[in-house]
Structure formats: structure tokens, C-alpha cells
């Protein structure tokens, strides 16, 4: 083989990394990965739920910064958890439970179950800071009340199921032994 053709040829391992069939989706991320990007899923839907309902919503689709402004900073920790986080288990643990308690707070003291079902079933809000503010749709319906509390619920739930999911993960890692005490 003349030196020209050895330059252009990639190293074999190099090769083999391309041609190598990508792990299939349901293998690249854990269960604990797979329930947080639930959890993503069920905070967009209740975030979309703030913006309609109006009572509890906040910057940038009003001029007020509120707790709902803050809570939007759960999608770029999001994105840094899955870029950043993968190897930092326990860091993991920590922020999602730390959502989790926030969430819980928010939603007993800020935010009860009654106020998100009570503005979509009567169609305006009886929040003090809102009382008698109609929602975005501009409609009175039991049902999207119903699905409002719903979906928070459920979001509570995921959060965690996925904080337990986590901390298995980060335990079981903790547990398996590091290549050197092979």
C-alpha cells in the first residue's frame, strides 16, 4: 500500500463507529430519562393550561413576572439535565426532587386543584388577584376543568415516579463496580 492510500484510509475503529447501526430509541435512555421527558411533556401541557386559563399565568404572555414566569425555567434545566447531567446521578436526584417539592407546594398554596377546576367550569376566575377574569376561550366548561386538574395531577405523579425511577438509577450506579476493583 503506497502512502497516499494509507492517508485517506480511516482508522478501523473510526469506521466501525459509522457504520454501526444507532441503538434503538427505547435503548438510549433510561426509565428514568424516558419519565422525566413525560414529565416535560405534561409541564408543557400545563404551562399551555396557565396561559389559557389567565388567572395564574404570567411573562411573557402578561406583563407580570409571577411564579409562572419562574417556573418556565424548568425547560432549560431540563435541557441541561439530558446534555449535562447524564453522568451526575445524584445531582439528578436532586433537582427533580426539588421540583417535585415545588411543585407540590405550588399546588396546594398557589394553585389548588378547586381554582384550576373552578375557572374552566365557571369561566372566570375567583383567584383574589383575578376574581371575575375570564379564561382565554372565553368559555364555562366542567369538562376542560376536569382535564385542567387532570393534567396536574398527573404531572405530579410522573414527577415522582421519576424521581424514584432516578434515585434507583443513581443507586444502582453507585453500587456497580468502577473498572479499577474489576
Given amino acids: 500500500m503506497n502512502r497516499?492510500?494509507?492517508?485517506?484510509?480511516?482508522?478501523?475503529?473510526?469506521?466501525?463507529?459509522?457504520?454501526?447501526?444507532?441503538?434503538?430509541?427505547?435503548?438510549?435512555?433510561?426509565?428514568?430519562?424516558?419519565?422525566?421527558?413525560?414529565?416535560?411533556?405534561?409541564?408543557?401541557?400545563?404551562?399551555?393550561d396557565h396561559v389559557l386559563r389567565a388567572d395564574n399565568s404570567g411573562w411573557p404572555f402578561t406583563p407580570d413576572l409571577t411564579p409562572f414566569t419562574i417556573s418556565l425555567l424548568v425547560y432549560p434545566i431540563f435541557v441541561l439535565d439530558f446534555l449535562l447531567l447524564r453522568d451526575r446521578p445524584r445531582v439528578r436526584v436532586g433537582l427533580v426532587a426539588i421540583l417535585f417539592v415545588a411543585l407540590q407546594v405550588t399546588h396546594a398554596i398557589v394553585e389548588p386543584p378547586a381554582d384550576q377546576y373552578g375557572t374552566w367550569a365557571n369561566g372566570t376566575s375567583s383567584v383574589a388577584h383575578a376574581v371575575g377574569q375570564p379564561n382565554l376561550l372565553d368559555t364555562a366548561s366542567p369538562v376542560l376543568g376536569a382535564l385542567s386538574v387532570a393534567v396536574s395531577s398527573l404531572l405530579s405523579l410522573t414527577v415522582l415516579a421519576a424521581l424514584v425511577l432516578l434515585a434507583r438509577e443513581a443507586r444502582a450506579n453507585q453500587l456497580q463496580p468502577t473498572a479499577s476493583e474489576r
Avoid: K, Y
Fill in 4 to 48: 497516499s492510500a494509507a492517508a485517506t484510509q480511516p482508522a478501523a475503529p473510526l469506521r466501525e463507529r459509522f457504520t454501526q447501526p444507532a441503538a434503538p430509541l427505547r435503548e438510549r435512555f433510561t426509565p428514568g430519562e424516558w419519565m422525566l421527558l413525560g414529565v416535560v411533556a405534561l409541564a408543557f401541557l400545563h404551562h399551555i
